[in-house]
Every structure is written in structure tokens, then in C-alpha cells.
């Protein structure tokens, strides 16, 4: 068995500081653990969930429902969504700390004093304090607690998972992201007529992103001929763009997945149904420190979504009837 206070200094550096962005912006689910065969009763009603033998109550569901609301973490979410969404995090976060138990981990008291100092702190350079979210949330000192141990043990088991060659693919896949490169772009969009209808323009877009892989037409004659946008006057060109600016994300991530001289499939973003080029790069100066902590984040939610396809063979989702739960993928990466 491992506990915290035996990990080098480097596998726990900003430790705290994840684990508040976990408190603070992603969940505060406390997911009790109890048995199915536990009558759920005592929980607080009927299950709404298992994950392998652990029941999830809708009580559960509920004060996890109000912690992401208190925390943001379902700002701009639909009212009818909320709960679908609080339901997949309640459910990620328990099979995550179920993982970390199984493989061993143990967080310090001296780690979780250190976690809570820091959030305490936080909380007042926000005008709250502890007692004020334990009022909105339901949690309560004790179940703090166990919550942050629990967090503090995923955030290690994914330190331990972040592996050199981890991060080395991560950063070779998308380090021109955070680089300072620029891509030159031009474009194709299809903008839907007064019903709005936007999906049903996909199909025009797929079959003149055919025409122009085959050869039939240029892209940029192709521009010309389809694009409601003015840059078909000019082949499409809306010259370099960075990865994160003034253009929609659906956008700006899809030209930046792209290799130089490559067509992207239709992509939808709020102003119509896009085909993307990438004419030219303008390569960044960034060097490699300055994009790790860029690099580091998005190597954990590779590793964290690659964890949660493992966990769930061994353990099992169920919904109960009439019981909606979000589906993974779902909620915008910036939200996460």
C-alpha cells in the first residue's frame, strides 16, 4: 500500500492546487460507496445508479446536483439537463476513487489539512467561506474531508499514470495548440436558410468535400461557388488564425487537428456548417516549459478518459428506470 507522504516531491507538486480545480470547477460528489446489497433506504431513497456493487441514492444525486451548482461547474447547463450531467459526474468520480482504492492509494492527514487550508483560502478571495458552502451544498466538515482524500488519491493515481512517454505524445499530437503557431485557413460555410436547419446542411457539405478530394474542383473555386461567407471572393482565405482567439472552438479545434493541405469533414459551429483547409503554418516560439502545464492538463484527461473505459469493464454502469444520465464527451472540454 502507498500513501501520499511516500511520493517523490515531483509526483505531488501542485497537488492542492488540482485538487481545488477538481473542487472548485469539476465535482464535490460524495458517491458514499454503500453496498447493493446495503438496503439504500438509509441512503435516502431509491437507487437512481450502480457502479459494480456500489448504489448511488437519489439523495446523493441531489446534494451532488447542488455542490456542481455551487462550485459552477453547471453554469449555462439547461434546468432539464442538470441532473443528467450531475449524474455522470457523480459516477465518473466513483469509479475513479474506487480505482485509486483497488490500487492501493492512501492520502495523509497532513495532505488533506494542506488541501483545505488552501481551499479556505480561495473560498475568501471569493467572499465565501466554508460555512457558507456547506450551507448551499449539504457537505459538512467530516464529508469534506473524505471527499478531498478521495480526490487527492485520483489526482496521484494520475500522477503515476503520467508517464514521460505519456506527456512526449501528448505534446508531439498538440503542442502547436499552446505554441503560439498560427494556422493560415480558409473556409467553406453553409449557413441555413429562414428554417434554421442547420444539421440538414451537412449532406451539401459532405458531397462538396467529395468533389474536391477527388479532384472534381479546387477548394477554392469551391469556395467561390458555395460559401455565403465573404472570403469566397478570396478562395475562402480568412488568412492565420490562433488556436484559441476570436473564432468559435468547434472551428478553431477542427483547423488545428488538421495537417497542412488536408479538408475537414462538415463541421457545425454557431454561424453554419464549415469545410476547413489549412494552407500554411506559421510555427510558435513558445518553448517546452512554457506549454507544459497546457500539456500536463490534457495528458490527464487522455489518461482519465482512457481509465474510465477501463474501469467501467470492470465495474459496471447501470441506470435505474426512468433515471437519465449525461453521456461522456457531452460537456464542453472547458468545462471539465
Known amino acids: 500500500m502507498v500513501t501520499s507522504g511516500e511520493r517523490s516531491a515531483n509526483s505531488t507538486r501542485g497537488l492542492h ?8 470547477s469539476v465535482s464535490l460528489s460524495l458517491g458514499t460507496a454503500s453496498p447493493a446489497s446495503q438496503d439504500v433506504a438509509d441512503e435516502g ?6 457502479v459494480g456493487d456500489i448504489v448511488l441514492s437519489r439523495v446523493e444525486l441531489e446534494r ?3 455542490r456542481l451548482g455551487f462550485f459552477g461547474t453547471l453554469d449555462g447547463v439547461p434546468a432539464d439537463k442538470r441532473r443528467a450531467r450531475a449524474l455522470r459526474h457523480l459516477v465518473e468520480d466513483t469509479l475513479l476513487a474506487a480505482e485509486a482504492q483497488r490500487r492501493g492509494i492512501e492520502v495523509g492527514e497532513s495532505t488533506i489539512d494542506d488541501a483545505l487550508a488552501e481551499l479556505v483560502q480561495v473560498l475568501s478571495g471569493r467572499n465565501q467561506s466554508l460555512d457558507r458552502m456547506f450551507a448551499a451544498t449539504g457537505l459538512d466538515r467530516e464529508s469534506l474531508r473524505e471527499q478531498a482524500r478521495r480526490d487527492i488519491a485520483v489526482q496521484l493515481l494520475f500522477s503515476e499514470l503520467l508517464t514521460p512517454e505519456e506527456y512526449d505524445a501528448v505534446h508531439e499530437a498538440r ?3 499552446f505554441d503560439g503557431t498560427r494556422y493560415r485557413v480558409s473556409h467553406i460555410v453553409l449557413r441555413p436558410d429562414g428554417t434554421g436547419d442547420t444539421a440538414a446542411l451537412v449532406p451539401q457539405a459532405q458531397r462538396i468535400r467529395a468533389g474536391i478530394v477527388a479532384g472534381e474542383i479546387t477548394f477554392a473555386a469551391a469556395a467561390a461557388r458555395h460559401s455565403a461567407a465573404p472570403s469566397r471572393r478570396r478562395g475562402g482565405d480568412i488568412g492565420f488564425i490562433p488556436r484559441h482567439g476570436p473564432f468559435a472552438e468547434e472551428f478553431a479545434r477542427a483547423a488545428f487537428a488538421l495537417e497542412k493541405g488536408e479538408v475537414s469533414e462538415p ?5 453554419g456548417v464549415h469545410l476547413i483547409t489549412v494552407t500554411d503554418i506559421d510555427p510558435g516560439t513558445a518553448g517546452p516549459e512554457k506549454v507544459r502545464p497546457a500539456i500536463e492538463r490534457l495528458a490527464r484527461e487522455t489518461i482519465r478518459s482512457r481509465l474510465l473505459e477501463e474501469c467501467r469493464e470492470r465495474m459496471p454502469v447501470s441506470l435505474a428506470t426512468g433515471v437519465e444520465m449525461e453521456a461522456s464527451g457531452e460537456e ?4 471539465r
Open 17 to 24: 492546487g488540482r485538487w481545488l480545480a477538481v473542487a472548485l
Open 45 to 50: 431513497g431509491e437507487a437512481v445508479a450502480t
Open 64 to 66: 451532488n446536483e447542488k
Open 175 to 177: 503542442h502547436r495548440e
Open 267 to 271: 463541421v457545425v459551429s454557431p454561424f
Open 332 to 335: 464542453p472540454a472547458d468545462r
